[in-house]
């Protein structure tokens, strides 16, 4: 019997001893990182004389990933949302891959994953996005593809070869056949992309072909360029669409945005973007409003807006897994008057915002919870040996 805590003591250094002593034991964790996410927030908007507000919930995520080995990894993020996707299963999974990395500069994916488009506020996660482009908000971003990256420049730089099926994903009621969205419609993206980092500068580049119908391309050109110090950063996005080879300079979107870490638990942030869409090969926006026509799914046709704002994130240092932020956003739009031709229709919007989103990481709650009773295991086989030995 007094034998028992003495092998107790055992096991316990064995696994609070330094790596050193086990390095011949590998073992990979199933996951590295498992997560749930979301954000719930106070929201007022006056828009054309009517105001609305009230307390709301986003972005009720869970996220999961890890390596399986040396050479495969895999992601996985999902919408915990009560509403069945339209399309498929995946409807509401955003990323569902697998990756290989055949070697240090070659690597493979395959499965859910988002498009590779330039932007710096198309690449930040949905949670951290407060305020937003049109274009961010109508691309369907996550599509099911194949990728190839090939790694240079002691892993600085890379480039992505990516074949997925095309954003023009959605079906409008009154033409449900025009855009196409399952594998059947044969609707397929190719995408080349070009991240590279330079001391303080980096980009995140890419052109994109976007089958819109069967042979028919929307070519997509996103520019993200970002400044990073210790303090601030400052991107910004140029995203370019085109429909045909003249049809370059009247369909784009700027946008642009600055972070400044005034306290170490305090960020203050203003972003803004501007919009237009003077297609001569899109349709005009009368038969968008009347018949749902469009065909440029990142931009409404012969529309201008702006929109411009501000706010900031506090992360308290007694839990950072807590961000409280708040903002206030105007944004202004003109169009073609529907019901009188030749005027112009405009809207303001002014939106205010406050909330919270909460990020509880599990797997480091497990593997401190692990660690803490570790030791407290440890330290009672100290105390039963000791007592083992007066006795």
């Given at each position: 019997?007094?034998?028992?805590?003495?092998?107790?003591?055992?096991?316990?250094?064995?696994?609070?001893?330094?790596?050193?002593?086990?390095?011949?034991?590998?073992?990979?964790?199933?996951?590295?990182?498992?997560?749930?996410?979301?954000?719930?927030?106070?929201?007022?908007?006056?828009?054309?004389?009517?105001?609305?507000?009230?307390?709301?919930?986003?972005?009720?995520?869970?996220?999961?990933?890890?390596?399986?080995?040396?050479?495969?990894?895999?992601?996985?993020?999902?919408?915990?949302?009560?509403?069945?996707g339209s399309v498929s299963m995946f409807d509401n999974t955003d990323f569902l891959y697998l990756d290989y990395k055949a070697s240090e500069h070659w690597g493979f994916r395959l499965g859910k994953d988002a498009l590779f488009v330039g932007g710096y506020e198309y690449d930040a996660s949905p949670i951290d996005v407060y305020f937003n482009s049109y274009y961010w908000d109508e691309i369907s971003c996550f599509q099911l593809a194949a990728s190839a990256t090939y790694s240079f420049a002691e892993g600085s730089q890379k480039i992505v070869f990516q074949v997925a099926n095309s954003p023009y994903v959605f079906s409008l009621a009154s033409q449900p056949e025009t855009f196409g969205s399952e594998y059947k419609k044969s609707l397929i993206s190719y995408n080349l992309f070009w991240t590279g980092?330079?001391?303080?500068?980096?980009?995140?580049?890419?052109?994109?072909?976007?089958?819109?119908?069967?042979?028919?391309?929307?070519?997509v050109v996103g520019l993200?360029?970002?400044?990073?110090?210790?303090?601030?950063?400052?991107?910004?996005?140029?995203?370019?669409?085109?429909?045909?080879?003249?049809?370059?300079?009247?369909?784009?979107?700027?946008?642009?945005?600055?972070?400044?870490?005034?306290?170490?638990?305090?960020?203050?942030?203003?972003?803004?973007?501007?919009?237009?869409?003077?297609?001569?090969?899109e349709y005009s926006f009368a038969e968008y409003a009347v018949s749902g026509l469009i065909n440029d799914v990142l931009s409404r046709p012969e529309t201008d807006a702006y929109f411009i704002g501000g706010g900031f994130e506090i992360v308290p240092s007694i839990c950072k897994a807590v961000r409280f932020h708040g903002f206030l956003c105007h944004r202004h739009e003109e169009h073609p008057d529907v019901v009188t031709p030749g005027l112009t229709s405009q809207s303001n919007e002014l939106t205010a915002n406050v909330g919270v989103t909460w990020f509880m990481d599990i797997h480091r709650i497990i593997r401190d919870r692990f660690r803490e009773n570790a030791v407290s295991l440890f330290k009672e086989g100290v105390k039963s040996v000791i007592k083992?030995?007066?006795?």
């Open positions: 019997m007094r034998l028992f805590p003495l092998s107790v003591l055992v096991v316990l250094l064995c696994l609070v001893a330094p790596s050193q002593s086990h390095a011949q034991l590998q073992l990979t964790p199933v996951f590295s990182a498992l997560n749930l996410e979301t954000r719930a927030e106070f929201d007022y908007s006056h828009l054309s004389g009517d105001d609305t507000y009230g307390f709301r919930g986003r972005y009720f995520n869970l996220r999961v990933g890890g390596n399986l080995n040396e050479h495969f990894s895999y992601f996985f993020r999902q919408r915990i949302i009560a509403n069945p980092t330079f001391g303080h500068f980096q980009t995140l580049y890419s052109v994109n072909f976007f089958e819109r119908e069967r042979g028919c391309f929307m070519n993200g360029n970002k400044l990073t110090y210790d303090r601030w950063d400052l991107y910004l996005d140029f995203l370019h669409h085109a429909l045909a080879t003249d049809d370059w300079g009247k369909n784009f979107c700027v946008v642009s945005c600055a972070n400044y870490k005034a306290l170490s638990w305090l960020n203050i942030f203003a972003k803004g973007g501007y919009e237009t869409n003077h297609s001569v090969y083992t030995v007066d006795d």
